[in-house]
């Protein structure tokens, strides 16, 4: 699942990637750390398990996301022997060592049963819906995400200014937060000129999201109305 877009790509697609890997005789390195969290009917498929893949493909996830520790930083990558041998090479060098009491505490949830994962999912999909809903009447054009925890969401029809003065605007003077799409981009202040999109998560209980909805309805207009 794509951050922040919240795709997931189809088995047709991940075969193309693949034909092309085969083609050009380069490798793949996958971020599959959103992997539990896809939402019905989207599926996901780990990219090492296309036919001839295995052999190319570098899986990089995290237990940040899934078991909602973020702070924790404890991250893995899969890979052939001798891929991870190189792996190690610039490794050594880029992080000084890792947060091995933290590694030894993901070791219970790793072990937790699949019933966890099922109850993540469902806990998320009401969250998910409830902020597009919530998004959506308040006037934003929102696409329905098929994984991740965010939603992206078009302001331009609520205000047609850039993704990052708009962010700013939202939070000072409506009291909810949002990320400027262009900030993922590879020119971030040039990207923001043309993006009118923001993102949103739904990592959040449903009091909170619900308590951000009533400070979109409360002071949203009033704000726009302010500008005009």
């Known amino acids: ?3 922040p877009t919240g795709k997931v ?3 047709k ?4 990637i693949a034909a092309l890997a ?13 992997e539990e969290l896809v939402y019905v009917p989207a599926r996901h498929m780990p990219f090492a398990t296309l036919p001839g893949m295995k052999e190319r493909t570098i899986l990089v996830s995290s237990t940040s996301k899934t078991f909602s520790l973020t702070g924790w930083k ?8 001798e891929l991870t041998r190189q792996i190690r090479i610039p490794h050594q060098y880029t992080v000084f060592c890792s947060a091995t009491p933290l590694q030894y505490g993901m070791i219970p949830a790793l072990e937790m049963s699949y019933e966890y994962y099922h109850l993540l999912r469902e806990e998320y999909s009401v969250r998910r819906l409830a902020l597009y809903k919530l998004l959506s009447e308040m006037g934003f054009e929102c696409s329905l995400p098929e994984g991740t925890y ?5 302001h331009k029809k609520l205000l047609d200014v850039p993704d990052t003065e708009f962010a700013e605007w939202l939070t ?3 009291g909810v937060a949002c990320i400027p799409l262009s900030a993922f981009y590879e020119n971030p202040t040039e990207a923001a000129q043309t993006s009118r999109h923001v993102r949103f998560g739904f990592c959040k209980n449903l009091e909170t999201i619900n308590a951000a909805g009533e400070k979109l309805k409360a002071n949203l207009k009033k704000a726009l109305a302010a500008r005009s």
């Open 1 to 3: 699942p794509n951050n």
């Open 9 to 11: 790509f189809t088995r």
């Open 13 to 16: 697609e991940l075969l193309d």
């Open 22 to 34: 085969k083609q050009h005789s380069f490798y793949v390195m996958t971020d599959e750390v959103y």
């Open 74 to 81: 404890v991250g893995y990558a899969f890979a052939p022997a």
């Open 150 to 154: 965010f939603i992206v969401a078009s």
């Open 172 to 174: 000072k003077e409506v």
